[in-house]
């Protein structure tokens, strides 16, 4: 039986222990004088709770250590020297007894121990499976009929069953937290394994990128200095805030204060569209259509403009933010109360020098939060720069050359290499350590002002 | 200057409204000038997005047609002379049938289907016979498999003759459509002179021509033969990861914006979840993807490129979406609805699940979608769970290998046949784009549908 079959099954008991809750606390409720505490439905409920989580529970934990405790019984019945294998070989061991054990045959003759060890597994694995079958079902049926048996007109059922979907809504809030602890934790752990590898001064303060894959494993790794590809997503970003910037503040400002309605009910929806586009077909775009056009413009102009290059990476990606930075600055914008603007003009200014020196002003530490939060989402932006930067990770001044940055060497370095074991994949969660902390902390600092601002209107 | 002198002496009244207007007329000229840049601004938004889905689409929509060949295919005894298939025997068991089976499939496979369709062609075109070793080049070599899988399902087919259209070979594809410089050096061209010239002649018989093909929605990523690849493979992936994403990401992000946004109380372990989910929204995707290569596949070992990983990955990435739109859901119905059930005497959660719930289940509608769009498109994480590995099956269940439609299309831009797959890739984008945009259009509806002015 396997696990989905078993689950399916344990629900289906949950059904009827609704029923027979349901039915029980209707007849004790005709039975006695006195008012139920709670209606039918939150006994049903009850019953079918005390009757589902603790077997669900044993469930969880039995499908998680039952493979380690049947390989530590299996492991200690193989001869002496097979019991201290590394880990990798130790899992490929066990697989090799686990084909044996299903009976599929492996290549070679199994030895004789391996035979025994397989016979051992196929015999626990099956005890555990019945054993799991009857603790969960007694389990089960106990916590039915006990709780069955305990329905009476005092038992506060709906406390009980609220108490448990309140436990049960912050376990799934718990599921950010874990979210964020996974990712610090990962991080941190690799990272910290890269640096056994490489000093963090090297890696924090190098200016060369020259990672070896050397296939002996030892000895020489070459370069990780994090300098140039910290220098290139640099420079995307701030060609990407130069293109997004202006189109985008003055689009929000043009949208909010100038347009008929009838070119703002057009326009927005159309340019929100750019928002929703995925990332890998602005890559695409910047490859095919972008960085050919840049490259024959420079020709024209005499310049040596390069397809994949920064500039095509980072106007690509300025495409890209415009509407979040116009649709930020518009919240912002329409945030400046109606009156400093009523003040203003009365006084005789004209509508561009009242947003200009009344409403931007009033606005800025909004605008300047929301820039920070169009730069994070550029430092971070992945897909553009792995199709349109060119992956050159030198260290240079030219936005017409190809470029490398952050996030384009991650995926370089860890793109189909599952062993975590060299520094050069190692390096991609050192990087990602990185790109995490500088985004979080433009996002705090950005959030900051965006929050100081809001109070001053409230 | 002497100018200037003479006329502070003789009106100052005048000098001044003369200033004035020529201050004047410089502000209104600014204010104008304003004003062209806002617009300038606007139209530079809108005509990015014409450009690029107007380039998308006029390179993308091509590919839809394929070159194919129809012709009168002879399933010829002779060369298919592996019989009737075996008919299971009472007396034998069912291994030895299947064994049987297998070794009549393999002699299938091997047949010399070349011959097959080389005679195929010979017989429309009888002035061919001549460069018979070359016409096997006009055919995907995924036509083959085409023709042995028909006599499979039906074996009935050998000995007679059927109409079949049969994918053209990807370089000739190229050719016929003129996707390639014509004019170039023998040398620099995949396909030799005399294929080509075999190419151009069927094409003007008609036996060659450009027809709507749905290889595109049908077919999983192949190598061996370009011209027959397409999406299904990576359109059941990422509808196994959408399925994932629905069944995990939406139950717990609403789950826990309900417990955020009705029940929880005011403490350190609330203001830390929320600070997390705000912190969440904004960390890059890559780093999910760092995350599922580390905690997923490196200690948990689940499977490399399976839509289980993927779909988990991307759940955890749309988590902070759902969790803020549900919110700002929940939010938007007005108080007075809890307080009134509040005052009837209905429990805090009775409320929100018989009450505030249901009111808000639009919006939480609505903000699910746009998480899962955001999942759909999604690519980078991906990469980094091995979801860029070549799959040539399309796959059944999410623990089966598979890639994603973003994935197919970062897969197919790096193909060398630069001429035959960028309109691929960009046809593969189409499809992409029209699932986003029906995702959204969906969404939108049920927002106008359903919305309710408090």
Same mark, same amino acid.
Do not use: C, W, Y
């Given at each position: 039986m396997d696990n989905m079959t078993l689950i399916v099954l344990l629900l289906i008991l949950m059904g009827v222990a609704y029923q027979l809750g349901l039915t029980r606390s209707r007849a004790v409720a005709s039975t006695t004088s006195g008012r139920m505490n709670s209606r039918p439905g939150y006994y049903g409920w009850l019953v079918a709770l005390w009757c589902g989580l603790p077997a669900l529970l044993v469930f969880v934990l039995w499908t998680l250590l039952e493979p380690s405790v049947i390989r530590s019984v299996v492991f200690s019945q193989l001869p002496p020297e097979m019991a201290n294998l590394p880990s990798q070989q130790a899992g490929n061991l066990m697989r090799r007894l686990g084909d044996i054990a299903s009976g599929y045959g492996v290549s070679g003759d199994p030895a004789p121990y391996e035979v025994a060890a397989a016979e051992t597994l196929a015999r626990l694995r099956g005890i555990g499976e019945l054993a799991k079958i009857a603790v969960m079902a007694s389990l089960a049926l106990a916590g039915l009929f006990i709780a069955r048996g305990r329905i009476r007109p005092q038992l506060r059922a709906r406390t009980h069953v609220e108490k448990v979907i309140n436990a049960g809504l912050l376990l799934c809030s718990g599921v950010a937290i874990l979210t964020t602890v996974g990712i610090v934790f990962s991080m941190f752990g690799e990272a910290m394994r890269?640096?056994?590898?490489?000093? &963090?001064?090297?890696?924090f303060f190098g200016t060369t990128w020259n990672p070896r894959f050397s296939s002996t494993g030892h000895g020489n790794y070459g370069d990780f200095g994090l300098l140039p590809l910290l220098w290139g997503t640099l420079m995307i970003s701030i060609i990407a805030l130069l293109v997004a910037v202006p189109v985008g503040l003055m689009t929000a400002i043009y949208m909010s204060e100038y347009a008929p309605s009838w070119l703002r009910s057009f326009a927005k929806p159309v340019i929100e569209v750019l928002a929703g586009i995925p990332t890998i077909v602005y890559g695409v775009f910047a490859l095919m259509v972008v960085g050919p056009f840049f490259s024959s413009l420079g020709d024209?102009?005499? $310049?040596? $403009?390069?397809? @994949?290059?920064?500039? @095509?990476?980072?106007?690509?990606?300025?495409?890209?933010? $415009? &509407?979040?930075?116009?649709?930020?600055?518009?919240?912002? $914008?329409?945030?400046v109360p109606q009156s400093l603007r009523d003040g203003s003009l009365g006084m005789g200014a004209t509508k561009s020098e009242t947003i200009r020196q009344v409403v931007l002003p009033a606005a800025l530490p909004g605008i300047v939060g929301a820039f920070l939060l169009a730069a994070s989402r550029a430092i971070g932006e992945t897909m553009i720069?792995?199709?349109?930067?060119?992956?050159? &990770?030198?260290l240079h001044a030219n936005p017409f050359e190809a470029v490398s940055t952050v996030t384009v060497t991650i995926v370089n370095q860890l793109t189909g290499d599952t062993d975590f074991a060299s520094p050069q994949s190692l390096v991609a969660f050192a990087l990602g350590l990185t790109l995490f902390v500088i985004t979080l902390g433009l996002n705090v600092v950005a959030l900051y002002i965006v929050r100081k601002y809001r109070e001053q209107y409230d | 200057m002497a100018n200037s002198t003479m006329d502070s002496t003789v009106d100052p009244r005048a000098r001044i409204q003369r200033q004035v207007e020529n201050?004047?007329?410089?502000?209104?000229?600014?204010?104008?000038?304003?004003?062209?840049?806002?617009?300038?601004?606007?139209? *530079?938004?809108?005509? /990015?997005?014409?450009v690029l889905f107007v380039s998308i689409f006029s390179r993308g929509l091509p590919a839809f047609w394929q070159s194919t060949l129809t012709l009168d295919v002879r399933f010829d005894p002779a060369v298919l002379d592996m019989g009737p298939p075996p008919q299971a025997q009472p007396e034998e068991s069912p291994r030895d049938f299947e064994q049987r089976l297998n070794a009549w499939n393999f002699k299938l496979t091997m047949a010399n289907w070349n011959t097959i369709l080389e005679d195929a062609l010979i017989s429309a075109k009888p002035d061919l016979e001549e460069h018979r070793r070359q016409l096997r080049k006009l055919f995907t070599s995924g036509a083959k498999y085409r023709l042995r899988d028909m006599v499979a399902e039906d074996p009935s087919l050998i000995g007679q003759t059927r109409r079949v259209k049969l994918l053209a070979d990807a370089e000739v594809d190229v050719w016929v459509r003129g996707n390639i410089d014509r004019s170039l050096p023998d040398a620099r061209l995949q396909l030799s002179p005399e294929v080509r010239r075999i190419a151009?002649?069927?094409?003007?018989?008609?036996? *060659?021509?450009? %027809? /709507?093909?749905?290889?595109? /929605?049908?077919?999983?990523?192949?190598?061996?033969?370009?011209?027959?690849?397409?999406?299904?493979?990576?359109?059941?992936? %990422? *509808?196994?990861?959408?399925l994932v994403v629905i069944l995990l990401a939406v139950p717990v992000g609403v789950a826990s914006a309900v417990y955020l946004e009705e029940f929880a109380p005011k403490n350190r372990l609330v203001d830390l979840i929320e600070v997390n989910i705000n912190n969440l929204a904004a960390v890059p995707s890559i780093v999910f993807g760092l995350l599922g290569a580390s905690i997923f596949i490196n200690w948990f070992r689940l499977p490399l490129s399976a839509p289980l990983v993927g779909g988990l990955v991307l759940s955890l990435m749309t988590l902070p979406t759902v969790i803020i739109t549900t919110r700002s859901a929940l939010k938007a119905v007005p108080p007075s609805i809890r307080q009134a059930a509040l005052a009837l005497g209905a429990s805090r959660v009775q409320t929100v699940f018989q009450q505030v719930l249901p009111l808000a289940i639009p919006g939480i509608l609505t903000g699910a979608i746009i998480g899962v769009a955001q999942a759909l498109g999604e690519t980078a994480p991906l990469l980094l769970i091995g979801m860029n590995a070549f799959v040539a099956n399309i796959p059944s269940t999410p623990f089966e290998q598979s890639t994603a439609l973003p994935v197919q299309i970062y897969l197919w831009q790096g193909n060398e046949m630069r001429n035959f797959f960028e309109a691929r890739t960009s046809a593969a984008i189409i499809v992409l784009l029209l699932m986003m945009i029906s995702l959204n259009a969906f969404a939108i509806w049920l927002r106008k549908k359903f919305e309710r002015r408090w």
């Open positions: 890269f640096f056994s590898f490489v000093h &963090p001064l090297d890696f024209m102009v005499g $310049i040596q $403009i390069r397809s @994949t290059s920064a500039l @095509t990476a980072g106007f690509v990606m300025g495409v890209m933010i $415009i &509407p979040f930075v116009s649709s930020l600055s518009d919240d912002i $914008i329409s945030q720069v792995v199709l349109a930067a060119g992956n050159s &990770p030198i | 201050s004047l007329r410089r502000r209104h000229a600014r204010e104008k000038r304003f004003r062209r840049f806002g617009l300038t601004a606007v139209m *530079l938004g809108l005509a /990015f997005v014409a151009d002649q069927l094409h003007d018989d008609g036996i *060659l021509n450009v %027809s /709507f093909s749905t290889t595109l /929605f049908t077919n999983s990523d192949s190598r061996s033969s370009p011209a027959s690849a397409g999406l299904a493979g990576a359109f059941m992936g %990422s *509808l196994f990861m959408m």
